[in-house]
RNA sequence: GGUCUGGUCGUCUAGGGGUUAGGACACCGCCCUUUCACGGCGGUAACACGGGUUCGAUUCCCGUCCAGACUGCCA
């Protein structure tokens, strides 16, 4: 089995070419076959190296490697150049020499009077001396493929139309363009659908896997197959990934800059390649699986293209965000804290100075970053849920403020709880609980009581990791300057 | 307009002539608990509509409706 993945290099790889990607991978690496790219860049003008090196990133980055490639076809010019001669020579092309703007004019006339705006031929009628004198004397033209003008065109189909053969009628296609405008001398270069043929022929790709909006394509890719006389592949179109029930699309310009389309800006965004992987193997398709995450050995395995579903999925963010917290609970922690120190770093936050003296930094990152991780669901949320242990609280959330701090007693309270962790040693937190469970009783005080305005003078929040997690990481001394301090802006704002 | 494709909880989906229509995310509730989160348990919620075929249709067939893609000298 020969699959392969043709991205344009016209952006960067969004997250539905990555899925159809990945669907390519999981065929071959489960067949033992060869998952070819090819960078489909025939169209000079929109095409950039930059858009390719970020395609590769992004494929080497979710872990899809390619087996043969990247096969450019900027570089193949020739070899379809000879196809073009080839069929030339046997009467199934011919030269078209209307301008763009003549075709549009005629494409609004056939709207207008509500008929098929497919190309009329007109150049097709042309006598040959005359099509022979414009050639030579160097005019522009474009090829066209002379479609059939009667039957129809089967595009072997395994998913669509209930996986039987999906028939076009030839007489509705019109007479498509294979090359863009040039002169004998200066041929144009060739276009998509052609270059698709002759590539994935030649690459003797057995199956076609890629996003339905190819569907009508394939049949015109299936009659240049048989004009070359070359087998044609199966082909397997995917549904789409739709969004606010659009086709998810890397053209889409009002796409919500917090929901990139792309996996670089996904990446960027703390999402794990782990978790990418997963929920885009879940678009579209199923598996005997009863359970939704699994890794990507288990995906190779029960990928099966039976599986797939028909009708468009749409991109569900709350799904995707659940798998990416999922796998930041259960990957190996030493892996997660050496992907979230870059973010950690980002933020300015110089950890290797912030860890107290009494811990290692690496160990303090590393926990610090256990003590929260049940709190985020992407790596760039750790910067601000880390915040507290870097900066000391200038002010506390509001909501703490009236139901915690301005309850009677607290300033005292705080002064007791500073008090009896000066004493406390060694401090760690079961020396603190016991230290402050003993206070509450002497107090008379229930445990959340004590807890609460401690957790707002040390962190600021009404919410965090256990308490006592969080003062023995941020050191005795910090803890206590918190305590007072917190005590001190009571004072200053007292209850009005 | 034409061609093509599709339609099961809000979303992703399983299923398939007879099922209490199953799971996951989200949502709600309960438990755990120093808060939040995690975790555990439970709950609300779906076969687009109309005709056939059939003892029986969500499943098969036909229409309708709705949705989407394509309709480029883009891929």
Not at 15 to 33: D, E, M, P, S
Not at 365 to 392: M, N, Q, T, V, W
Request: charge should be negative; include cysteine.
């Amino acid at each position: 089995m020969r699959v392969r993945f043709a991205p344009s290099p016209t952006g960067f790889l969004h997250l539905g070419g990555a899925r159809t990607a990945l669907f390519n991978w999981l065929l071959a690496k489960q067949n033992n076959g060869v998952f070819i790219l090819r960078i489909e860049d025939t169209d000079a003008e929109r095409s950039t190296e930059e858009s390719t090196g970020q395609i590769l990133d992004s494929l080497q980055w979710l872990g899809l490697q390619w087996d043969e490639g990247p096969y450019f076809q900027s570089q193949r010019l020739e070899l379809y150049r000879e196809h073009i001669e080839r069929l030339y020579k046997e009467g199934k092309i011919y030269p078209a020499f209307e301008s763009p703007e003549e075709l549009e004019a005629e494409r609004e006339r056939a709207l207008a009077e509500k008929r098929n705006p497919i190309y009329n031929r007109a150049s097709l009628r042309l006598p040959k001396e005359e099509v022979d004198r414009r050639l030579a004397a160097g005019e522009r033209f474009v090829w066209r493929f002379k479609v059939p003008d009667e039957g129809h065109t089967d595009v072997p189909e395994t998913l669509m139309s209930g996986a039987a053969d999906c028939k076009f009628e030839n007489a509705a296609m019109g007479d498509f363009v294979i090359s863009r405008a040039g002169t004998m001398k200066e041929p144009g270069w060739p276009l998509y659908n052609f270059c698709c043929v002759v590539d994935d022929a030649l690459m003797g790709i057995s199956h076609v896997i890629r996003g339905q909006e190819h569907l009508s394509n394939a049949a015109r890719q299936v009659l240049l197959y048989q004009a070359f006389g070359y087998p044609v592949p199966t082909f397997t179109h995917l549904p789409l990934i739709m969004k606010n029930n659009k086709k998810m699309s890397k053209r889409d310009k009002d796409a919500d800059p917090a929901f990139p389309v792309s996996v670089s800006g996904r990446r960027d965004l703390g999402y794990l390649q782990e978790a990418t992987v997963n929920f885009i193997s879940l678009l579209g398709c199923s598996y005997p699986m009863e359970e939704e995450i699994f890794p990507v050995d288990v995906l190779i395995k029960n990928f099966n293209l039976d599986r797939l579903q028909k009708s468009n999925a749409n991109f569900d963010e709350d799904k995707y965000l659940f798998q990416n917290a999922w796998y930041l609970r259960n990957l190996p922690r030493e892996d997660v804290v050496e992907r979230v120190k870059p973010f950690i770093e980002a933020a300015g936050y110089d950890w290797e100075r912030a860890a107290p003296v009494s811990h290692g930094a690496e160990k303090w990152l590393a926990d610090i970053i256990g003590l929260e991780i049940e709190r985020c669901k992407l790596l760039s949320e750790f910067p601000a849920a880390l915040s507290y242990f870097f900066i000391a609280p200038s002010e506390y959330e509001q909501r703490g403020v009236t139901k915690i701090f301005h309850n009677e007693g607290v300033p005292e309270l705080l002064d007791a709880v500073a008090e009896a962790l000066l004493l406390t040693t060694p401090f760690t937190k079961e020396a603190m609980e016991d230290a402050l469970r003993r206070l509450g009783d002497a107090k008379g005080l229930g445990f959340g009581k004590i807890a609460q305005p401690v957790r707002l003078a040390a962190t600021g929040r009404t919410a965090s990791p256990g308490l006592f997690d969080v003062l023995e990481h941020l050191g005795r001394e910090e803890v206590i300057r918190r305590l007072v301090k917190a005590k001190e802006w009571l004072q200053s704002n007292p209850k009005t």
